[in-house]
């Protein structure tokens, strides 16, 4: 079946929920592909040789050219269209997964992995705009409800999967296995894509802002690379400098974008209340996403001796809660509103949070006196994961309650003009906060573990911090959002 005109945005788009399906896929599969690495670098280099070091560029090939490329690749869907970016995309990351799989020497493999990284960039910022464009304002946070278990269920679910790939060896294929099952997911997403995808209307823009794509890209890579390579090196002074320079070339960037003809932001879009204090909240709670999980897979394999199997378990809870937080906040934005229901799911994420610090803080006081009468070692005295399972759910119902009211406060309003710029500075700051805070707790948590229990009340506390701000600037957000449970005919 050919791809149906959009309608106006009053009309409700025929395959609206078959378009959210989707760019669930697409963005399931980069979830995936972000987490299974870390369990398959040891196989990696079993297989390929290399050191160390390419085991921490599996990940950070790939971080760094979707990060660098993510606001550039969002406004190619204003220039050529969404659904053509989407489609590009999704059969490019595809290719570079069959393309890593076969890999036969680790330069191939990092290769590869940059190149599926660039198209992720094009594919992953289309998802939002599709959705803003097919969903009416009325069913948006019912459409962005779905996210927060999806990419949980992902989160979770990738080490598990990748570690029963590797295990599983079919055909000798060992590790290959993990990138080998992107061609399933990749060719389901383009074959539903060509089928229920929205065609694209005209152009909203005529032309790319070279200037401003080189300025923010050498901005967002002088921001990201110390992030990925200043906790392994132990900060030396270079990675202050570039982290300075990074934050001089968004500057630049934004005085660029005032005198620019073809900005690569619209203006207009930075002056929405909505837009830019939703954009501040979802920094604080990226960061705290990220850095969190991070945070506790480190404890479970380090701290409690956990298995891959074991440390998927041990987030179980999160991915729980994710659901049933999403859940309840569809029921909770028609009654109370949007940013109340925002600022309840992050007051039961942080309380979470704090419950997660005092058992952790407990324990890890409690642990020299615990190894005055056992020979445990101290890096394995804490709460076990029976025992966080309560905290951790929390946390997971707060932050799964919160992303679709918050994605459906930023989006609100947004011009189809407005569509490429407002899903592409979205995804930025979901990569820049992720990837802040995973460098940051990792290394507060490396610095502190010891026992391993204090670590986890640190890092946990200081997470706490940054949601804390975050909840404090859920006042600036506006008071309501459209009735939720409202269908368009």
């Known amino acids: 079946m050919a791809a149906e005109t959009l309608q106006p945005p009053a009309a409700a788009y025929r395959w609206r929920w078959q378009v959210l399906a989707v760019v669930l896929v697409a963005e399931a599969m980069d979830i995936l592909d972000t987490t299974t690495v870390n369990v398959a670098g040891p196989s990696v280099r079993r297989s390929l040789g290399g050191g160390i070091g390419l085991v921490q560029w599996l990940s950070a090939a790939y971080t760094l050219a979707f990060a660098v490329l993510l606001i550039t690749g969002s406004r190619l869907g204003d220039r050529y269209g969404p659904r053509r970016m989407f489609l590009t995309g999704a059969a490019g990351f595809t290719l570079a997964s069959l393309a890593c799989g076969l890999a036969v020497s680790p330069g191939l493999l990092i290769g590869a992995r940059v190149v599926q990284g660039s198209f992720a960039a094009i594919l992953l910022p289309q998802g939002i705009g599709l959705l803003t464009r097919t969903f009416s304002e009325n069913e948006r946070a019912r459409a962005f409800s779905a996210y927060a278990p999806v990419l949980s269920l992902a989160a979770v679910g990738g080490p598990l999967v990748a570690g029963a790939l590797i295990r599983w060896d079919l055909w000798g294929s060992g590790w290959r296995l993990i990138f080998l099952i992107n061609l399933v997911l990749g060719a389901a997403a383009v074959a539903a894509g060509l089928r229920y995808l929205p065609a694209d209307g005209p152009a909203t823009v005529r032309r790319l802002d070279g200037r401003g794509v080189l300025i923010i890209g050498g901005a967002t890579f002088a921001v990201i690379y110390p992030l990925i390579q200043g906790p392994a090196l132990g900060w030396p002074g270079w990675t202050f400098a570039l982290l300075a320079a990074g934050l001089a070339g968004f500057g630049w960037f934004a005085h660029h974008e005032r005198r620019s003809s073809a900005p690569l932001i619209e203006p207009t879009l930075l002056r929405r209340r909505g837009y830019l204090a939703g954009a501040a909240v979802a920094l604080a709670f990226f960061a705290t996403t990220a850095g969190l999980l991070l945070t506790l897979s480190f404890y479970a394999q380090y701290g409690l001796g956990y298995t891959a199997l074991g440390t998927g378990l041990l987030l179980t809870p999160m991915a729980a809660g994710n659901v049933a937080g999403a ?45 005055a009468y056992n020979s445990t070692p101290a890096s394995h005295t804490g709460p076990s994961g029976l025992v966080l399972a309560a905290p951790i759910l929390a946390l997971g119902v707060g932050l799964g309650g919160a992303i679709a009211p918050l994605f459906a406060t930023i989006l609100t309003g947004v011009t189809p003009a407005q569509t490429g710029s407002a899903s592409g500075s979205l995804s930025a700051v979901q990569q820049l906060a992720g990837s802040a805070g995973v460098a940051t707790l990792a290394t507060l948590y490396a610095a502190t573990a010891h026992p391993a229990a204090h670590g986890l009340a640190v890092a946990t506390l200081a997470t706490a911090a940054v949601l804390g701000a975050g909840l404090a600037l859920t006042f600036l957000l506006p008071g309501r959002l459209p009735d939720a449970n409202h269908h368009d005919a």
């Open 327 to 371: 859940l309840l906040a569809m029921r909770l934005v028609p009654r109370w509103g949007g940013r109340a229901t925002i600022q309840a799911c992050l007051a039961v994420a942080l309380a979470g949070l704090i419950a997660l610090a005092g058992l952790a803080g407990l324990t890890g006081l409690a642990g020299p006196v615990l190894l």
